[in-house]
Structure formats: C-alpha cells, structure tokens
Nanobody, 116 residues
Framework: QVQLVESGGGLVQPGGSLRLSCAAS????????MAWFRQTPGNQRELAAA???????IYADSVKGRFTMSRDDAKNTVYLQMNSLKPEDTAVYYC??????????WGQGTQVTVSS
C-alpha cells in the first residue's frame, strides 16, 4: 500500500556532501518510525539514522556528527544530510518506514559512492 521513493544519491569526492530524500505515498506523522539504512555488497543492511515515534533522532557511531536526519511532514518526506563524506560511506542507502501496528515498508535504494 505504501510506496517510498528515494533520490539524491550519486558520486562525490571525500569530504563532500549529499542530501538524500525519501518521499512517501502516505502522510507522515510523529507516530511513524522512519529510518535510513545502508548496505555494501556481501554485508547486511545496517542502521545509519532513525527518528522513532518518540521523535528523538539516533545515529550510528560511524556517522554521528556528520549525518543529520530530518523530516518534513507537509511534504511527506524525510531527508538524510550527509557531510564530510568518507570512502567507507559508500553503500546503497535505503529508506524504511514502520507504521503503528508494525507494518514495514522499504524504498528501492539509492547508490552513494565516495571516491576521488
């Protein structure tokens, strides 16, 4: 029922910045858990950032201080601002939604490559 459309990935140099967007087909409220995951070949998806229903953002230690997650309820969109990018940030980034009751939805993923 719910579709998540991601955009904003690309190729950047180390130290550069990107902003990822995730547009939802349904309204977003503070009662909806939103998160960004990332995955490299041969590895499981790992949490990068999340805004749970409590409204308090959390970040993986590897991105803390460099990435900022935010949301715009009027646009039904969440963002991941990525600054000071490192080669180890290279991955496919996925948007995830968990609605009240536990229904889970994933975006298609967007490639981020950090290389000189």
């Amino acid at each position: 029922q719910v579709q998540l459309v991601e955009s904003g990935g690309g190729l950047v140099q180390p130290g550069g910045s990107l902003r990822l967007s995730c547009a939802a087909s349904t309204s977003i409220s503070t009662f909806v858990h939103m998160a960004w995951f990332r995955q490299t070949p041969g590895n499981q998806r790992e949490l990068a950032a999340a805004i749970p229903s409590s409204g308090t953002p959390i970040y993986a230690d590897s991105v803390k201080g460099r990435f900022t997650m935010s949301r715009d309820d009027a646009k039904n969109t969440v963002y991941l601002q990525m600054n000071s990018l490192k080669p180890e940030d290279t991955a496919v980034y996925y948007c995830r939604m968990i609605r009240p009751g536990g229904d889970t939805y994933w975006g298609q993923g967007t490639q981020v490559t950090v290389s000189s």
